[in-house]
């Protein structure tokens, strides 16, 4: 699953690999098309940006909202470059006047008024670390709401905090040292800040080692050490799916109250 840091590396990269291209061709599709793709023709790319785990791409007035999901993957092309897959497999194709831009397997390709995407998913998500509307207050009064569920679980409500998936939510819980068992209202305020600044650290760390093409395994404490020790105390690290959200979990039960 691409997380927030992951997508937004993504987009800075797409962001600079299709600068100045305007749209001369493009093929999409998906059931998501609310307005001509036709009309993006001529229009120009102004970059590419991220609201959570959705990569928005701006044509002017409108925009395509991409969610790459598990097996999704957004390239550049120059023309004339051989491409990964056959053109039949791609879901969206924007052509250029140098370079195509082109989404496989991606299982959301949404196009519309640029106005609209980005309404749609400010009501229906979070606030985001790796965006401008960050609030620390929001993310923490959105946590709080919950009291009757796990801090395990809610953490990957995407309207609770945007852009948070397994890898993050384990690790942060870590960082909070806070079980992911434990119901939210049984959380000191203490606690909670905690989890909101370990969400803020973490997501921006990610994504600088991911925007320098580097791997995040160094950093995690927690995520996928099946059988591991834990680094700060020695312990076992316990492993098990977490209801219910059937997850894959991580916990050292020693630092994790
Ligand atoms: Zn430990």
Not at 38 to 58: H, Q, R, Y
Not at 69 to 79: K, P, R
Not at 98 to 106: D, F, G, S
Not at 219 to 231: D, E, M, P, Q
Request: proline residues 4%.
């Amino acid at each position: 699953m691409v997380e927030g840091p992951t997508a937004k590396a993504i987009a800075i990269k797409i962001s600079q690999k299709f600068e100045g291209e305007t749209v001369k061709d493009i093929i999409v599709k998906s059931k998501r098309v609310f307005i001509e793709p036709k009309e993006l023709l001529n229009k120009k790319f102004n970059g590419s940006d991220t609201l959570g785990k959705n990569i928005i791409l701006f044509f002017e007035d409108n925009a395509i909202r991409v969610h790459l999901m598990m097996f999704g993957s957004i390239h550049v092309y120059e023309m004339g470059e051989p491409l990964l897959k056959p053109l039949e497999r791609a879901r969206l194709l924007v052509e250029g006047v140098r370079k195509k831009l082109v989404v496989y397997n991606a299982p959301v390709v949404e196009i519309d008024r640029r106005e609209k995407i980005l309404d749609r998913l400010m009501s229906t998500l979070g606030p985001d670390p790796l965006t401008e509307g960050w609030s620390r207050e929001k993310a923490a009064e959105n946590i709080i709401r919950f009291e009757r569920e796990k801090i395990g679980t809610i953490l990957l409500d995407q309207s609770v905090i945007a852009g948070i998936g397994n890898i993050l939510r384990n690790e942060i819980l870590f960082r909070a040292k806070v079980h992911p068992e434990r119901r939210v209202e049984s959380l000191s305020v203490e606690e909670v800040k905690e989890i909101v600044l370990a969400c803020e650290r973490l997501c921006r760390k990610f994504l600088e080692l991911k925007v320098k093409g580097k791997g995040i395994k160094e950093i995690l404490y927690v995520y996928n050490r099946y059988r591991g020790k834990c680094r700060i105390c020695g312990e076992n690290i316990k492993f098990y799916m977490q209801k219910p959200v059937n997850r894959k979990t991580f916990v050292c039960e020693n630092c994790q109250k």
